[in-house]
């Protein structure tokens, strides 16, 4: 088991882009899916995270306004859709699924620059 990532990329500040986490192998409605975040030389921090059934989001400060995690459990798919994106964003995004185990993705880059 091992979600995929895919979305990631280069864009301007203030641009947008929006991740998808294809989790298969798994009874994904069970899962609480997350997307966490590293940057170089920093360690690996939370962004956002939903619970299995979809009603319980948790944002990290700093993206608080800007991302939006959702999911489609009939897809098992989890997105992110990231607005107003800054410099600071720049990272390798990594989804999370979790039940009794964990499961990473190998990441995907996003890289905001001018």
């Known amino acids: 088991v091992q979600p995929v990532e895919s979305g990631g990329g280069l864009v301007q500040p203030g641009g947008s882009l929006r991740l998808s986490c294809a989790a298969s192998?798994?009874?994904?409605?069970?899962?609480?899916m997350g997307w966490y975040r590293q940057a170089p030389g920093k360690g690996r921090e939370l962004v956002a995270a939903?619970?299995?059934?979809?009603?319980?989001?948790d944002y990290a400060d700093s993206v608080k306004g800007r991302f939006t995690i959702s999911r489609d459990n009939a897809k098992n798919t989890v997105y992110l859709q990231m607005n107003n994106l800054k410099p600071e964003d720049t990272a390798v995004y990594y989804c999370?699924?979790?039940?009794?185990?964990?499961?990473w993705g190998q990441g995907t880059q996003v890289t905001v620059s001018s």
């Open positions: 939903m619970s299995s059934a979809g009603d319980s989001t």
């Open positions: 192998g798994l009874t994904f409605s069970r899962y609480r």
């Open positions: 999370n699924a979790w039940y009794v185990n964990k499961y």
